[in-house]
């Protein structure tokens, strides 16, 4: 009689038709569970090792290998008839379980194709929901037995890009024949991956995706001038200066020397709102600027020479702006905006003694909503490009905060002429996984230390560590500190002698925990953490 095979956690462990999770943090933690699955008074003592930790939603959370914690997922097959007796396990061909991620549009699967990483894909382009991770096996299972129809039909759904999509499956293991025949049960079990140094080869894109060139939230992010809009500049008419920067972006009481008495007075004018152009200030309006240059620059790489940096170029090529009418002078003269902008990042932010003597233009003016709109989108692709350079590409767990679910399967032999039959377990229950830094409840790495008063030790403390120093940072390292901190300091660039420095490791170790536990202190004044990250506790050593 044909009957059905249900997939489901061990019975007398879980209650569950998806596969259970064990945490455990011993070290051969395979062999014991395989002791106390035999019997049922070992399955019950094994419910207290069934994953249970959550988070501040209650969602349950599993954790890292680097936190000592190890998570086992286990399956029982049996037969859905009187009795429900155990699948003969001469009858499965292999078992395996995937991971899942959740998602508002239903379930991803971490996929590869035609030999490259696709990353996270959505299930549902696998085919059916009952359909084999493996693209040979769904093939396999859309035949007909007859040769030139099934030719047809697999030519056919490979000219579908997904046919040949694979799931990344975790292979089960068949728990040992003895155990098995003590359980009475047929059990599987596989090692749960919590991390992975997987990397997709899909691009990454940001994780929201209303973050577009047309959002509120990016066309406000950028100063006025980047959104189209007029922007007035401070001490228009003057030779750019390295000391602006000095003057309103590390104020102090002192005049920076070389900058000329009227541009101090007027940069040291009280604030006000820098975005808002009726009542800026020359320091406000000059701060806003530098903003500018700086979004320009880092965020946008608009003169680095990529790409993305030739089509900000080519919109700024076109925007002439005004430069303040001398004496006598009846025709306008104006300043390129790109050739203005990049002189003025060599002068104010990187200090390029070599940059051309610049003068700052009255105004930047409105754009019309065209030429707005073009800027705005070459900034975003620069950005889109950046983001891309500096995230690198996505990883399997890279995305903080996201939920998984786990679903096992197995494949039963072939029968009667039938193909490969693949039968699912329902999906576990889902789960986030902790980060690196999150405490897990296992024991503690201890770290002995010395003892820094027992001279004789400290005799027997070598180097086991050196530190190759170039000239030039062995020559900031000579200079007085005070003369360091007033910026007085000077390296000496004539030194070509490089130095090798031995160190020994628990000495730098000590250092290291001194300067931890003064900033520690320092810290807990703002943040009044020292309670829950520094716990001490003394206990008695033999004399």
């Not at 998570?71 to 008839?81: K, P, R, S, V, Y």
């Not at 061909?93 to 971490?110: F, H, L, N, P, Q």
């Not at 900058?259 to 406000?284: K, M």
């Not at 080519?314 to 390129?336: F, N």
Request: hydrophobic content about 40%; aromatic content about 8%; proline content about 7%.
């Amino acid at each position: 009689m044909k009957h059905d095979i249900v997939i489901s956690a061990p019975r007398g462990l879980k209650n569950s038709p998806a596969p259970a999770i064990l945490q455990r943090n011993d070290s051969d933690f395979v062999d014991a569970v395989m002791e106390q699955i035999r019997t049922a008074d070992g399955r019950k003592s094994l419910q207290s090792s069934l994953a249970r930790s959550r988070d501040g939603a209650h969602v349950l959370k599993l954790f890292q290998p680097v936190q000592r914690q190890f998570h086992m997922a286990m399956i029982e097959l049996w037969c859905d008839t009187p009795g429900t007796p155990r699948l003969d396990p001469a009858r499965i061909d292999s078992a395996g379980m995937v991971i899942r991620r959740v998602t508002g549009k239903g379930y991803e699967g971490w996929m590869q194709s035609k030999g490259r990483l696709r990353g996270w894909v959505g299930v549902e382009r696998l085919g059916k929901a009952t359909g084999d991770p493996a693209s040979a096996l769904r093939l396999a299972g859309a035949t007909t037995g007859v040769k030139d129809i099934d030719r047809s039909l697999i030519s056919f759904a490979l000219e579908k890009e997904d046919t040949l999509l694979n799931e990344h499956v975790i292979p089960l293991f068949a728990a040992p024949p003895d155990v098995c025949a003590d359980a009475g049960q047929t059990l599987f079990y596989g090692m749960l991956q919590t991390t992975s140094s997987e990397l997709s080869e899909s691009p990454v894109g940001f994780e929201d995706e209303t973050f577009t060139a047309a959002s509120s939230e990016f066309r406000n992010h950028l100063v006025q001038a980047l959104r189209g809009e007029r922007m007035n500049f401070a001490l228009a008419g003057e030779r750019l200066r390295p000391e602006w920067f000095e003057a309103v972006e590390t104020p102090g009481t002192d005049k920076p020397s070389n900058l000329p008495q009227s541009q101090w007075l007027t940069l040291t004018q009280p604030r006000s709102d820098p975005f808002n152009p009726a009542s800026a200030s020359a320091a406000s309006r000059m701060s806003r600027f530098i903003l500018m240059l700086r979004q320009l620059t880092s965020e946008f790489g608009a003169f680095d020479g990529s790409a993305g940096s030739a089509a900000i170029m080519k919109e700024l090529r076109d925007i002439h702006l005004p430069l303040v009418l001398r004496d006598g002078e009846k025709v306008q003269r104006t300043a390129r905006a790109d050739v203005f902008l990049q002189n003025a990042v060599a002068i104010l932010l990187q200090r390029d003694p070599a940059a051309p003597a610049t003068e700052m233009p009255e105004f930047w003016p409105a754009l019309a909503p065209a030429a707005a709109q073009r800027l705005m989108n070459a900034l975003y692709q620069a950005l889109t490009a950046r983001f891309a350079d500096v995230k690198g590409r996505p990883g399997r767990f890279d995305e903080s905060g996201a939920t998984y679910v786990i679903r096992a399967f197995v494949r039963l032999k072939p029968e009667c002429g039938c193909p490969v039959k693949t039968l699912w377990s329902a999906y576990s229950e889902a789960f986030v996984i902790a980060p690196w830094y999150e405490g897990s409840g296992a024991p503690v790495a201890q770290i002995a230390l010395p003892d820094v008063t027992d001279l004789n030790l400290l005799k027997s403390l070598k180097p086991n560590v050196a530190f190759l120093v170039p000239p030039k940072l062995q020559s900031l390292f000579s200079i007085n500190p005070k003369d360091m901190l007033d910026g007085k300091g000077k390296t000496n660039s004539s030194l070509t002698l490089g130095w090798i420095c031995g160190f020994n490791i628990p000495t730098i170790t000590i250092c290291a925990f001194i300067v931890l536990n003064i900033f520690l202190s320092l810290f807990d004044l703002i943040f009044g953490w020292l309670f829950s990250v520094k716990i001490c506790i003394p206990y008695p050593k033999k004399k």
